[in-house]
């Protein structure tokens, strides 16, 4: 089936740090990649989407210069949490899909903790 | 405003029996969904899909049932397992490409 490999699983860091995350369609082409976050008992949360080649969108309420999203390639995307604090500690997972109604892979997440 | 409700946080059924896990949405736009599974520090894994133009969608141990009518759906897991326990959501879009739209999940405890 449809893998995708997110990188790292879990940070650490200070705060002010930058962290990127890196998401990867393993086996397929990811026309469209996802981020959400979630907090705990919460339900996953949209951030923004990427198409390959262009520029991110970004739900409502989610800062832009602080998430930064990359998708140069069909096969990966970034997300850079800039300048983080301890209040940017959730879980970002990834997802991607490769064509039009087909459901959505995700990646196992990255758990950031912020100190 | 949740758009995708899954009112049951909790769910124990015994191994053997029938899980049946509920979800109710309120965007009559949505025409595609999905359950996903997740187990702790993991991301979700897809199980089954249906779109509007069906009622009901069978893998497996696995049925989805769609009651457009009533904005619901279900999953339901015959026989239960143990290996089953994790949180199941519930997720919609109203196309096959665009964000996915989560309920909160339920946690789904299969008891030896």
């Known amino acids: 089936g449809a893998v995708v490999s997110q990188h790292p699983s879990w940070v650490i860091c200070k705060s002010g740090t930058s962290v990127k995350i890196e998401c990867r369609s393993l086996d397929f082409q990811a026309t469209t990649m996802f981020w959400y976050r979630q907090f705990p008992k919460q339900s996953l949360m949209l951030m923004a989407t990427?198409?390959?080649?262009?520029?991110?969108?970004?739900e409502q309420g989610v800062e832009k210069d602080k998430f930064l999203i990359n998708h140069a390639s069909l096969t990966l995307s970034t997300l850079t949490v800039t300048s983080a604090h301890p209040e940017d500690s959730s879980f970002y997972i990834c997802?991607?899909?490769?064509?039009?109604?087909?459901?959505?892979?995700f990646g196992d997440g990255t758990r950031l903790s912020i100190l | 405003d949740q758009q995708v409700k899954q009112n049951s946080p909790s769910l124990s059924v015994q191994e053997g029996r029938i899980s049946i896990l509920n979800c109710d949405y309120t965007n009559s736009m949505f025409d595609y969904f999905l359950w996903y599974k997740k187990y702790p520090a993991e991301g979700p894994t897809f199980l089954i899909s249906i779109s509007s133009i069906k009622d009901k969608n069978e893998d497996g141990r696995f049925t989805v049932f769609l009651n457009k009518s009533a904005k619901h759906l279900s999953l339901h897991i015959v026989p239960s397992q143990p290996g089953d326990s994790a949180v199941y959501f519930c997720a919609a879009s109203d196309s096959g490409n665009t964000p996915l739209v989560f309920g909160k999940g339920t946690r789904l405890s299969v008891i030896a």
């Open positions: 990427s198409n390959e080649g262009s520029k991110a969108t970004y």
């Open positions: 997802s991607a899909i490769s064509s039009y109604n087909q459901p959505q892979h």
